[in-house]
Antibody, heavy 117, light 112 residues
Framework: EVQLVESGGGLVQPGGSLRLSCAASGFTFSNNWMSWVRQAPGKGLEWVANINQDGSAKYYVGSVNGRFTISRDNAENSLYLQMNSLRAEDTAVYYC??????????WGQGTLVTVSS | DVVMTQSPLSLPVTLGQPASISCRSSQSLVTSDGNTFLNWFHQRPGQSPRRLIYEVSKRHSGVPDRFSGSGSGTDFTLKISRVEAEDVGVYYCMQSTHWPWTFGQGTKVEIK
């Protein structure tokens, strides 16, 4: 069974930084693209970033480009999202997801990030 | 960026009756090799999204066959043949042909 467990969310001040983690199990992590998707409170879904199997290719939505960095550790079956220069509009539940063939097929339970002073 | 537009945004349905959601993209989702990467997701209240449909019409493992997807180019549809109580929630389309991947606004399905 595919399991994705996010951690690292919390309250951070505007301009601050936070690192999200996602522990993956139940599948061969190193064989899969991975994604981060977020959902602001009461709002819809927004794709944030993708990373390929060995970390050599990364894609970001424009609003986070240059501030967020997606990375992975295949030896630890872990996905990360380093978030810098955080803004109030980054407040959201952040979901880790497995990116199958041009899709997102399994999602974690999400971790809440709140950017507020 | 590709804009995904869903309609309706709210859909009251009667148990046992069919339901249909439309999703339109601002540009074609067909790739140069003929694939179309259009997905549908369902999010129940308080839960994570789950995938229903990928590549326009392929059902995710374990998804009931009352769910079906169709369409081509820029116009796509999700149909529920007979709505059940567990189908309430928000449905999202998402295109994964072009970077950045983009979602529709969501359609909230509720029981009348």
């Amino acid at each position: 069974e595919v399991q994705l467990v996010e951690s690292g969310g919390g309250l951070v001040q505007p301009g601050g930084s936070l690192r999200l983690s996602c522990a993956a199990s139940g599948f061969t992590f190193s064989n899969n693209w991975m994604s981060w998707v977020r959902q602001a409170p009461g709002k819809g879904l927004e794709w944030v970033a993708n990373i390929n199997q060995d970390g050599s290719a990364k894609y970001y939505v424009g609003s986070v480009n240059g501030r967020f960095t997606i990375s992975r550790d295949n030896a630890e079956n872990s996905l990360y999202l380093q978030m810098n220069s955080l803004r109030a509009e980054d407040t959201a539940v952040y979901y880790c997801a497995r990116a199958g063939w041009y899709s997102v097929d399994y999602w974690g339970q999400g971790t809440l990030v709140t950017v507020s002073s | 960026d590709v804009v995904m537009t869903q309609s309706p945004l709210s859909l009251p349905v009667t148990l046992g009756q069919p339901a249909s959601i439309s999703c339109r993209s601002s540009q074609s989702l067909v790739t140069s090799d003929g694939n179309t990467f259009l997905n549908w997701f369902h999010q129940r209240p308080g839960q994570s999204p789950r995938r229903l449909i990928y590549e326009v019409s392929k059902r995710h493992s374990g998804v009931p066959d009352r769910f079906s997807g169709s369409g081509s180019g820029t116009d796509f549809t999700l149909k529920i043949s007979r709505v059940e109580a567990e189908d309430v929630g928000v449905y999202y389309c998402m295109q994964s042909t072009h970077w950045p991947w983009t979602f529709g606004q969501g359609t909230k399905v509720e029981i009348k």
